[in-house]
């Protein structure tokens, strides 16, 4: 049987006759935007990352360009980024008519740091946006002592790391604005697309409601030019149902990095595949289990005949995509260059058993070192 990268259709499976009970409640309602369903969730959610509003919205990236938006971030400002990212985090600056100014990133993390995002402040730096890339935290305390210090927002993508901590607060509770997004394969998510804005700010909360729907709170008048971007309620009702299961899926992803840390012990390979490593303070929710080895195109593919799904990603990090070239002079981002050319996701989820990490493991040692002597 082939071991799947993720695992989602398994986590749907495991709960589908309550999500069938409460979609077909929400279709008995009649009310299938915003609404009461949509804001039970806003409730629930923003009291599990411990914040003070949640405004869901259409995706992630919307749910990014409202929070900038929603800051003040438009044009003439510059936002620091890492450029070790989905694209959708440097497109909703763009989008805001701010400029990305992209910054590296820690290999061992791929994550950015004070350091890294003070070496590309800029006198017109407005914002910093962290990204909590693959579910491994983003050092968050220097983060905030960063941007206070400079007088700057600080933005959090949380898309991929919904439940993660960092000093035991919630991924989502240090910025000015967070965004998630709950796109399907994402550690919390819906059955299509959905997002969300998390702060603790009124007035941030107060701007990106009003954004959501049209710069409109009566349908009537306008007091903003906004956007249509707004949950669905059937997507909030299966969030509802995913919200108080996400710590367990969380433990079980930890736990299959356990499982993966001693496979490669055992095996002898901890020096050419190197495993996430978590920051201090930090705990990881492993959205994807990216790995660090040499040649892993070789590997995805000795993985693949073993009926194993791996993957590079972000292998053309931002800065060298085409759109994104005008942004990019004389960037310079080692790290960043280094994570995009050596990463290796392995096969991760909640569902995954931990003899998982057992049969990859076996099948990266056979590639790399041959088959077991006799
Ligand atoms: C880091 C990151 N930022 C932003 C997004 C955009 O989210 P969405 O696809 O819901 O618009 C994603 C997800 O796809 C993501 O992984």
């Known amino acids: 049987m082939t071991v799947t990268l993720f695992d989602t259709h398994a986590q749907i499976e495991s709960v589908r006759p309550e999500l069938e009970r409460r979609i077909a409640e929400v279709i008995d ?25 949640v405004v869901g919205v259409a995706n992630g990236t919307d749910a990014l360009t409202l929070s900038l938006r929603a800051l003040g971030i438009e044009r003439g400002a510059d936002v620091v980024v890492p450029s070790f990212t989905f694209y959708a985090t440097a497109e909703a600056i763009v989008n805001v008519g701010a400029k990305p100014v992209f910054c590296d990133v820690d290999l061992d993390t791929f994550n950015i740091t004070a350091e890294t995002v003070e070496r590309a402040l800029t006198s017109a730096t407005g914002a910093v946006v962290a990204v909590h890339l693959f579910g491994m935290p983003a050092p968050m305390t220097e983060l905030r002592e960063l941007a206070d210090e400079r007088g700057i927002a600080l933005v959090e993508d949380a898309a991929q790391a919904a439940g993660a901590r960092i000093d035991g607060k919630r991924a989502g509770s240090f910025g000015d604005a967070a965004s998630f997004s709950f796109f399907p394969s994402k550690n919390l998510f819906c059955l299509g697309d959905g997002g969300a804005i998390a702060t603790s700010r009124d007035d941030v909360a107060e701007r990106a409601r009003l954004l959501r729907t049209h710069g409109s709170r009566d349908k009537q008048s306008y007091a903003a ?42 095996a002898g390979l901890d020096g050419e595949v190197r495993l996430p490593a978590a920051a201090p303070g930090a705990e990881p929710v492993h959205h994807l289990y990216v790995t660090r080895v040499e040649r892993p195109d070789e590997l995805v ?3 693949s005949e073993a009926g194993i ?13 085409p759109p994104m070239a005008q942004f990019a002079a004389g960037a310079e981002l080692p790290g960043t260059d280094r994570a995009a050319e050596t990463n ?9 058993p931990p003899e998982v990490a057992r049969r990859v493991t076996e099948a990266l040692r056979a590639a790399l070192c041959g088959p077991p002597r006799p």
């Open 344 to 352: 290796l996701a392995l096969p991760m989820g909640p569902t995954h």
């Open 225 to 266: 030019i906004g956007v249509n971007s707004r949950l669905d309620a059937i997507q909030a009702a299966v969030l509802r149902v995913l919200l108080p299961r996400l710590d367990e899926a969380n433990a079980a992803r930890r736990a299959l990095a356990a499982a993966y840390e001693e496979a490669c012990a055992t």
């Open 309 to 321: 799904e791996a993957r590079s990603l972000y292998r053309a990090p931002i800065h060298r995509q």
């Open 301 to 303: 593919r000795a993985l």
């Open 29 to 53: 309602t009649g009310r299938f935007i915003l609404g009461p369903e949509v804001a039970a969730f806003e409730e629930e959610f923003a009291r599990y990352l411990g914040v003070r509003h």
